[in-house]
Structures are given as C-alpha cells and as structure tokens.
C-alpha cells in the first residue's frame, strides 16, 4: 500500500536554500501537511510521519553545535506557542546558554528535600560520627521541608528562605545558624548540578539582622564538687560500665564521645597511655592520653564485665556502644549540675586555679589547638611526660591526697 511518503518529502537534512523562511506556516497546512519536515523559520520545524502523527522540532547550534530539541505534539503545542518556545531557546542558544540542558533539568529537576538527601550521603562519608547525618537531616525535616520540601529545588527563592529562617533566627539562635548553612549547602549543590545559577541565601544577613545571642556555657561543677561527683555515680544503681566510663572520663578528661568509643587496641596498659586515633578526634590528629593508676584499674574493671571479647572498652550488656545520653541522664538521676563535658571545664578550672603546670601543658591535655600559627609551627611537642605529672595530679586531687610540696 501506498503511504504517500517519498523521498521528495522526506526530512530535510539541510538548511532551505535561498531567502530562509519566517511565519511560513499556517493552522490549515499543520492539519493536512504531507509526511516530512517543514519549516516555519527560526529554526522551527513541522515533522510529519508517515502514520500522521505530527509534532514540532527545533534545529539550534548550541555552544558551537548542532542539536535538535523536541517542542512538542502539536496536539498539545499549537503553532503560536511552538513559535514562542522557538524564539526562547534561540535568544538563550545567542546568549552562551543550553536550551536542551534546561529542558532536561526542567524534566528532572529534583525538590528539595530530594536534594538534600542527595548533600547528606555526599557528605556522609567525610563525617566522623553517623549521628551527624541524621542531626543535619532531622533539622532540615523540621523547620526547612513543611515549606521547602516539595518545591524543586531550581524554585526556592530568598523569600520562601527567610519564611523559614524568621521564626526561629532570634529565638533559637544557632540552630536557626545550623540551618540557614544546611540549606545553604544544598543551594550550592544545585549549583554544582547546574540546576541553578545562585544561592539564595547569600542575600539574606541584612535583612535576617543581627542575632543578640547570650553566651550559654556547659553546666560544670566547681573542681572541689568532682570528687562528690565520682562517688555519688559509684553509688548509684546505674549500670557499671556506665559508672566506670563516667569515671574514666573524669580521670582522663577526655570527650564523652571518645570515651565511649574507645577500643582495646588503642590502650597500651605496659605503658600506662591511651593513643586516640586521629580518626575519632575532634581536630583530626591523634591524641595520647597518660593513665593513671586509677584509670588502669577502671580498664581491668571494664575487662573482667565484657571479657574483653569485643573491640569496645566500655559496652552494653550484648557488647554494643554506650547510647550518647545515658550518661547525661545518670547526671540528672543523681542530681549532679554538670554535664559530661563539664568536667573538662572542672579539670581546666583546678589546673588553673591549684596547680603551678604551664598552660600548654593544661591545653595539650585537653587536645586544644594551638590558635596562634606562630605558636603552632614551633610547638612540635606533646608536652607528654609533664602531661603525665599532670593527669597524676588530677587523679590525687579527686582521691583527696596532697602532692608532697603541698604538705
């Protein structure tokens, strides 16, 4: 059977000669065209096919080369809009865009909360504690999605931001800070996507203004309350790795974190040290720790509850880490107005206030960096052997002994 379509009205492979043609169709040719590819000028074509299906392509050179970009049925599309869309993509194709990248992006454009999923697990691996991920996420899914959440991330705009920042910038300070630079960073991704050309975020200090944030330290005890301290959680009914953990902590005057993370493998009993890798410590280096007398005793402790099968010192009764706040809630239980990392503060304020050790040696027991450049490149040192008289002296201030030039 005879479909009509011969190679006189096959499509055009090639720019029409002579004067090219501008507006050359009409709604009455569209319905009954041949098969083949007709032009209307700027690049806009009519492609019939031989079953009678009809729909609009456009020819552009973009970016040097030549591509073609489907505009649509005709069923949908009528001539006036294809027109339109035609002379959009060309004054876009002039001006250095991609007319065909946007289509795509447009097509599959992610929302925002899909976008932001996309940031966590990029970022995830370059984050030392899975917790982090679920904070960044969860506060995003707080204050951020019930407005953000659904709208493609190409269409946030400075005003639907601030609607989201304005409640909460003077009321809760720094999350209000946590997630301006949360929605920030998925702003920049969708940059580095080239699903958007800017941030809008950047324009929002001047009209968020200023925040009057008061300063809110950690609860500490006084260093002459510690030793109270020590012997009311012995005391307490709590789970004894949780007591020996929290007195670890004090004795050493390490981070909670890195207490409860502790490993068998980083403790050398021999010699009395606690080499924390670089890994699991807040300025990404390592950092030995001098144990005490007392502090070996805690270790043997600790051994003989989990038999020392697992790799974690201080574990729950089926071997697993510590939960972060259970500590913090022995605390409260026991009345005692501190938390965990309070009692770095209590250890700095006695080195301070009772004791004749330099500052860098208190700082260097804290694994303080050194702020001053100046300072850090010369100070190559651990300071670990007065680190040691240190940490010796803080275990006799809490068991309630005096050093012999003291008496």
């Not at 569209?30 to 209307?40: E, F, L, N, T, V």
């Not at 009519?46 to 973009?62: A, F, K």
């Not at 097509?107 to 925002?112: A, C, K, N, Q, V």
Request: net charge positive; hydrophobic share 40%.
């Amino acid at each position: 059977m005879d479909s009509g379509y011969t190679p006189a009205n096959r499509p055009q492979r090639h720019k029409p000669r002579g004067r090219h043609p501008d507006k050359a169709l009409s709604a009455a040719f569209i319905r009954s065209a041949p098969p083949g590819r007709h032009c209307d000028g700027q690049g806009l074509y009519l492609v019939v096919q031989p079953t009678g299906t009809r729909s609009w392509v456009q020819r552009l050179v973009i970016r040097g080369r030549k591509r073609e970009l489907g505009l649509g049925s005709t069923a949908l599309v009528s001539l006036a809009e294809a027109r339109d869309r035609a002379l959009s993509n060309r004054k876009l194709a002039r001006s250095g865009g991609d007319p065909l990248a946007e289509k795509r992006r447009a097509e599959g454009m992610p929302t925002f909360a899909d976008a932001a999923a996309r940031v966590v697990e990029q970022k995830r691996a370059g984050w030392r504690s899975p917790l982090h991920a679920r904070t960044w996420l969860h506060s995003l899914e707080r204050h951020a999605f019930p407005r953000l959440g659904s709208r493609p991330v190409s269409e946030v705009a400075s005003a639907d931001v601030l609607e989201v920042l304005t409640p909460i910038w003077h009321v809760k300070v720094q999350t209000a800070r946590n997630v301006r630079q949360r929605i920030s960073a998925v702003m920049e991704w969708a940059i580095a996507m080239n699903l958007r050309s800017d941030n809008p975020c950047d324009r929002l200090g001047p009209v968020l203004g200023k925040q009057n944030e008061v300063v809110r330290h950690m609860r500490a005890l006084p260093h002459r309350d510690v030793a109270a301290a020590v012997t009311a959680v012995r005391a307490s009914n709590a789970a004894e790795a949780v007591k020996l953990a929290f007195e670890f902590l004090v004795l050493t005057s390490a981070r909670w974190g890195e207490v409860r993370g502790a490993r068998w493998d980083e403790m050398d009993t021999e010699a009395h040290v606690w080499s924390v890798p670089a890994a699991r410590m807040k300025a990404n280096r390592e950092h030995r720790v001098p144990l005490c007398r007392r502090a070996l005793d805690i270790l043997d402790a600790a051994r003989t509850l989990g038999g020392g099968a697992g790799p974690l010192v201080f574990t729950t009764g089926d071997g697993e880490k510590l939960d972060e706040k259970v500590l913090r809630r022995l605390l409260e239980r026991q009345r005692v107005a501190a938390v965990p990392h309070g009692f770095r503060s209590s250890f700095r304020d006695w080195a301070a206030e009772e004791t004749e050790h330099r500052r860098e040696v208190i700082e260097a027991a804290l694994a303080h960096v050194v702020r001053n450049k100046v300072e850090a490149a010369y100070a190559r040192s651990d300071l670990f052997g007065r680190r040691r008289q240190l940490m010796d002296d803080w275990a006799g201030y809490l068991a309630g002994k005096r050093r012999p030039e003291d008496s």
